[in-house]
């Protein structure tokens, strides 16, 4: 495993499952049990999920699913807000499964760092969650009277939307939980020049 280069402390404000998969919604609950394949109940969890068709695998490929949990934060949600210009956005309307408190920066936290929760289940951090329409138009409908958020969400939350998780250890996961963050010391990708070939 990858020498840890920061130590961070969080803290879980907010346990939910996603359990319609025909809404962006989810459901604030104490606790939730985690498995290999994600959370319980979740429309999301699996382990293996149906490729969209938006990244390299053409619609319907069958591939491994890096998206089990979804995390966000209370301060990335309260600085997209306010760049929106509305009072707060709820972690449950853009379908959050753990809503954190403490972590500076969240979304920019790198693949392959680990999550060590209080109850003892561990996440890996996959990458950032892309902000999108769909999420946009679950606020614009909790703010009926402010024009534009739909389009509007993905450009405010780009970098702040949080993150994709997968599960490495299972468990039970509550609200008020604390939360070890160890991110790894990662050397940055030095690109290259292929040298010009020699005649």
């Known amino acids: 495993m990858t020498p840890t280069k920061h130590t961070l402390h969080g803290k879980v404000i907010r346990t939910m499952v996603g359990q319609d998969p025909t809404t962006i919604l989810s459901t604030a609950q104490d ?24 990244g390299h695998y053409a619609r319907g490929t069958e591939i491994r699913n ?7 934060s209370v301060e990335e949600l309260a ?13 449950e309307w853009i379908c959050a499964n753990l809503l954190v408190e403490g972590i500076p920066a969240l979304t920019q936290l790198p693949p392959s760092t680990r999550l060590y929760f209080e109850g003892g289940v561990t996440l890996v951090v996959e990458g950032e969650n892309p902000p999108c329409t769909g999420a946009g138009g679950s606020i614009q409908s909790h703010y009926p009277d402010v024009e534009g958020l739909t389009t509007r969400f993905p450009k405010a939350a780009i970098h702040q939307r949080g993150l994709l998780a997968s599960v490495e250890r299972p468990g039970t996961l509550a609200a008020g939980e604390a939360v070890r963050v160890e991110v790894p010391d990662l050397l940055p990708y030095q690109t290259f020049t292929e040298p010009e070939n020699q005649s």
Request: glycine content about 12%; cysteine-free; overall charge negative.
């Open 31 to 54: 606790s939730v049990q985690v498995t290999f394949a994600g959370i319980e109940g979740d429309h999301h969890a699996g382990l293996t999920r149906i490729s969209s068709g938006s």
């Open 66 to 72: 890096e998206r089990q949990v979804t995390l966000v």
């Open 79 to 91: 600085d997209v807000a306010q760049k929106m210009g509305i009072p707060d956005i709820q972690a």
